[in-house]
């Protein structure tokens, strides 16, 4: 089967503004996308619905308007859409067994709804396979065919474990196909200011921690010569260095590794703080 870009719409203003985030990913991929929306219903009942409910009219109304959006702004992307009754919205995991990745608009914190949002996002991060990538709403360019220009450098949370490889591979990627520059940030809260003596040892550890990142990131940018590295260091801790770095960025990629297991699901401190905190879309991609 071919891969596609999923996304799960809900009809609010942040799952719209993920498709159309998805519609450009794809486009630049050169793959399709997929709008999911998921029809809660009871277990008993959500395979014996007729099509022409009012609730499943409406559902279907709501892609209608969705693909149609896309395609006056992205007339060469191919949209898919899928109607999906299910009990949970767990089912939208094994709902879209094609995706490459899958797209979803997020409220942050906020009221009973932002809630509701916060929770699908949150099992979706914590239990997907695939890259997951959180999209807010934001002031787009209106009328048919407006798009958004590109804008602004991927900035990539870096860790030095083993099988951290597969967020770098996409977050050089993401800055190679939008021709931007990509801020890596590698985070080292156990350095301290030193004064005197202790400051040559500080200063020769600081040194081998650059030299660890750079080594690190050779042999992406040696497999992505076009991208421009930018490479920080930062004192803080890690969920506080990725936030900081995120300001200004187009988009903002991040680790998240461990167990997934488990009845409840759980991010790590680093995916928990970009989703809350920064303004723009978030990709967590699962590694080793």
Same mark, same amino acid.
């Given at each position: 089967m071919r891969p596609e870009i999923t996304v799960?719409?809900?009809? @609010?203003? %942040? @799952?719209? @503004?993920?498709? *159309?985030?998805?519609?450009?990913e794809a486009e630049l991929r050169g793959l399709p996308v997929r709008l999911l929306h998921l029809w809660i219903l009871r277990a /008993?009942?959500?395979?014996?619905?007729?099509? %022409?409910?009012?609730?499943?009219?409406?559902?279907?109304?709501?892609?209608?308007?969705?693909?149609?959006?896309?395609?006056? *702004?992205?007339?060469?992307?191919?949209?898919?859409? %899928?109607? $999906?009754?299910?009990? &949970?919205?767990?089912?939208?995991?094994?709902?879209?067994?094609?995706? =490459? /990745?899958?797209?979803?608009?997020?409220?942050?914190?906020?009221?009973?709804?932002?809630?509701?949002?916060?929770?699908?996002? $949150?099992?979706?991060v914590a239990q997907s396979e695939r890259p997951v990538v959180l999209v807010r709403a934001h002031e787009e360019p209106q009328g048919p065919g407006a798009v958004a220009a590109p804008s602004g450098p991927v900035a990539v949370g870096v860790s030095l474990r083993p099988g951290y490889e597969r967020v770098l591979a996409f977050a050089f990627g993401a800055a190679a196909r939008r021709h931007v520059p990509l801020l890596t940030v590698h985070a080292t809260p156990h350095r301290r200011a030193a004064t005197g003596r202790e400051q040559v040892s500080e200063e020769s550890a600081l040194q081998a921690d650059r030299q660890e990142l750079h080594?690190?990131?050779?042999?992406?940018? =040696?497999?992505?010569?076009?991208?421009?590295?930018? =490479?920080?260091? &930062?004192? =803080? @801790?890690?969920?506080?260095?990725?936030?900081?770095?995120?300001?200004?960025?187009?988009?903002?990629?991040?680790?998240?590794?461990?167990?997934?297991?488990?009845?409840?699901?759980?991010?790590?401190?680093?995916?928990?703080a970009a989703i809350h905190h920064a303004a723009c879309p978030v990709a967590v991609v699962p590694h080793d």
């Open positions: 799960g719409l809900d009809g @609010s203003a %942040e @799952s719209l @503004s993920a498709a *159309r985030w998805a519609a450009r /008993m009942t959500a395979q014996n619905v007729p099509a %022409e409910h009012p609730q499943a009219l409406a559902a279907q109304r709501l892609l209608q308007d969705a693909e149609s959006d896309l395609l006056a *702004r992205y007339p060469h992307v191919p949209v898919i859409t %899928e109607l $999906l009754p299910a009990d &949970s919205p767990a089912a939208l995991l094994p709902g879209a067994p094609n995706a =490459e /990745m899958l797209v979803l608009g997020s409220q942050g914190l906020g009221g009973v709804q932002g809630y509701v949002l916060g929770s699908l996002a $949150l099992h979706a080594d690190a990131l050779l042999p992406w940018r =040696e497999k992505f010569p076009a991208v421009h590295v930018v =490479e920080h260091l &930062s004192h =803080e @801790s890690p969920p506080r260095a990725v936030v900081d770095i995120a300001p200004g960025a187009g988009l903002l990629v991040v680790g998240r590794g461990g167990n997934r297991t488990g009845l409840t699901p759980r991010i790590g401190p680093v995916t928990h």
